[in-house]
C-alpha cells in the first residue's frame, strides 16, 4: 500500500487531545481487486517537533498567525504551518487492512472501568477465552520473530527458546524523538500469553529481558541511560503474546497508567520473594472499556 488517495471515510471513531492522535474509520479497495472494498482504520498521530538541527526550527515554517489574547507581556495565537520536510514530517499514520470488528471496537472511544478479576473468574472464563482466540490474531508477532516481517526494525535478537526475545520500536515511537522512546520486547516463548502465566520458571526469561534490555538502551541510544527508561507489562495486553513494553521514563504513552500497566522489576520480585504462582492466585484489579469481551464476561459473572 502506497497511497490513501482511494480511502473513503466514514467516521471518526476517537481522538485524544492530550496524545495529539485520531483515529479514523473508512474503506479502501483491495490491492489485488477493485471491485472488493473492505474497512480500514487510520491512526493518526502529530508528530513531536524536530530539535536535530536548525533546518528543523519550527518558527521558519508559521505562514499566519490567528490572535487568541493578550495580557500584559503574553501574546496568544493559533498558528498555520506550511509543508514540511520529509526528513520532518508533520504525520505519523498506522493503516490497519483489512480491520475486523475486534479492530473498530478496540480504536473506538468507550468508556472505562475499573473492575476486579480474580483468579476464579479467569480460569473458568477468561482462559477459554483466550485459549479460543485463533493463532491468526497473533500472525503478525510469529512473522516478526522467524525473521519474515520487519528484520529491518529489529534492534536486538536472542535466539534462546527459553529466555530467549526481540526488541524493536513500537510502532507508536517516531523512530527518533528520545524523550518518547517506545520499544516493544517480545519473547521468543509461544506458551506464555500473559502476565497470568508466569511463575518461577519464568524468572530467567524476565531478568534476561530486564537485564539485557537495561545493557543495550545506552549503547543503541546514546544519551538514554539504563535508569532513564521503565519497563512494564500491560493486563489485559492488547494481544495475547508475552511482551514487555520500554518507554523513556517521562513519556507520555496509554496504557502506562495505575489499572494497566506493572513494572517489570515489580512482577520479578512478586514471583521471586512473595509466591511462585503469585499472578495464577491474586485477583487483578484494572480499567477496561466497557465493550471489552473481559469485561461483559466478568461484569456478567457478577
Do not use: C
Request: hydrophobic share 40%.
Amino acid at each position: 500500500m502506497h497511497s490513501l488517495s482511494d480511502f473513503t471515510f466514514t467516521r471518526v471513531l476517537n481522538e485524544d487531545p492530550v496524545l495529539k492522535t485520531i483515529s479514523v474509520l473508512g474503506t479502501l479497495p483491495s490491492p489485488t481487486d477493485p471491485g472488493l472494498v473492505q474497512p480500514a482504520i487510520l491512526l493518526i498521530e502529530k508528530t513531536h517537533f524536530a530539535t536535530q538541527s536548525s533546518e528543523s526550527d519550527v518558527t521558519h515554517r508559521i505562514s499566519d498567525l490567528l490572535p487568541t489574547g493578550s495580557n500584559d507581556i503574553y501574546f496568544w495565537w493559533n498558528a498555520i504551518l506550511v509543508a514540511g520536510q520529509a526528513h520532518d514530517p508533520d504525520l505519523k499514520m498506522t493503516v490497519i487492512y483489512p480491520a475486523t470488528e475486534a479492530h473498530v471496537s478496540k480504536y473506538s472511544r468507550q468508556e472505562r472501568r475499573m473492575i476486579t478479576e480474580t483468579a476464579e473468574v479467569y480460569r473458568t472464563l477468561i482462559l477459554p477465552w483466550i485459549e479460543a482466540q485463533p493463532k491468526s490474531r497473533v500472525q503478525w508477532v510469529y512473522n516478526i520473530l522467524s525473521g519474515l516481517k520487519e528484520t529491518e526494525n529489529v534492534l536486538f535478537r536472542d535466539e534462546d527458546p527459553d529466555t530467549g526475545f526481540i526488541v524493536l520500536p513500537d510502532s507508536k515511537w517516531d523512530k527518533r524523538t528520545l524523550s518518547s522512546l517506545y520499544l516493544l520486547a517480545i519473547s521468543q516463548k509461544s506458551d506464555v500469553r500473559s502476565l497470568r502465566d508466569l511463575t518461577t520458571v519464568h524468572l530467567p526469561m524476565l531478568k534476561n529481558i530486564r537485564d539485557k534490555v537495561l545493557a543495550m538502551i545506552p549503547q543503541r541510544f546514546p544519551g538514554v541511560a539504563s535508569d532513564e527508561v521503565r519497563m512494564f507489562v500491560h493486563y489485559h495486553p492488547s494481544y495475547y503474546h508475552f511482551h514487555v513494553h520500554i518507554t523513556y521514563v517521562t513519556a507520555h504513552v496509554s496504557g502506562s497508567t495505575v489499572g494497566q500497566s506493572h513494572l517489570l522489576d515489580t512482577i520479578i520480585d512478586n514471583i521471586e520473594n512473595i509466591d511462585p504462582d503469585y499472578y495464577s492466585k491474586a485477583s487483578l484489579r484494572f480499567a477496561l472499556g466497557v465493550s471489552h469481551p473481559v469485561y461483559e464476561m466478568i461484569t456478567g459473572s457478577n
